[in-house]
């Protein structure tokens, strides 16, 4: 009886082993679904960016006022007409100095005048001057008559002298009065677009007093030539050279990214409170035609290539963890925490110089649970190392 007990109690635990065992193997857990990344060749840069919105400028805008103050009295453009340079934007009332002008005009004339007629008289009294003291050689005319015709000549000699000198004050003076007039006048000092007109006929326009900024009469913009400033952090400043490429994007065209290169880097830190220190770069359009659409004061943003390193092997950068390492997906689909040597790199791609083989699948998928050292995975997806 008691050894039936046992052969009963026994085959109970076999029992309890094996449903022990079946629970434990059906409640395993199952494969770590990962995404991963083929190691490839391909470029990477190390590049920078502008840390607050870039704009677009222009080449040439001018906000420009009258010299002096007065009544606008013609206004023959509009916003947004084309203009070529030298013409007329805004006139201010001058009847007065226009009358100026023509006075010293006629003075001008009428000295030129006279200066003719002194000069005339002044080569006829030498052609004289010179007869006479030919005669007088000869024994036909008196030393009186030839002393008499030499300081003659000399007299209208200085005359002339004296009346184109008077011509002169008088071009003088119709130079004043025209530059006086021209004051008036508000001309385009190059091609360009008008933006905008601060004014109508009829208002009265001053200068800005010192240190109070006034709206300008005219802004004047030429699109033909178009640029980018964005501020770069000062940290990533002193790595920006002018000449190196940069790449160009722009609200206005969120699929297209435009060929750049730095033109210009400011020589001085902004600071601004409460904002970090920042210098401005200038980018200029490798090709002038990708501008041709587009107007000042759009906004954009800029990435500078500081280094690049072509066919080189990478890994998405998004598949580094902490200390340089990552996981890599074994033939068996169990990971292997790698360690690994960089290089370059920026927020797509980081090179790779030891730890890993082309080929290779790491995890990128970095941040789900169960990604650890030497975890069971199966690859939910995989992406293309090049893209």
Known sequence: MVRKRLKLLGFSLLLAVIAVA???YLTRPGPVEVVVATITRGTVEDTTANTRAGTVKA???AAISPAIGGQIAHLPVQDGDTVKAGDVLLELWNDDLRSRVTLAGSQTKAAQALARQTCVLSRVARREAVRLRSLRSKGLATEEASDKADGEAEAQAAACEAANAN???NEAQLAVAQALLDRTRLTAPFDGIVAEINGEIGEFVTPSPVGVPTPPAVDLVDISCLYISAPVDEVDAPGV?????ARISLDAFPDRTFAGKVRRIAPY???REKQARV?????NFVNAEDSK????GYSADIEIVLSKHDDTLRIP???ILEGDKVFVVGKDNLLREQAIETGLFNWNYTEVLSGLDAGEKVVISVDRDGVEDGAEVRIESAKDGRH
């Open 293 to 296: 659409n587009m107007l000042p």
């Open 22 to 24: 079946a629970v434990l």
């Open 269 to 271: 830190v902004i600071d």
């Open 317 to 319: 950068t998004e598949a």
């Open 59 to 61: 080449c040439k805008r």
């Open 167 to 169: 011509t002169r004050v």
């Open 279 to 283: 210098v401005d770069v200038e980018v």
């Open 241 to 245: 050279r002018t000449g190196m490429q």
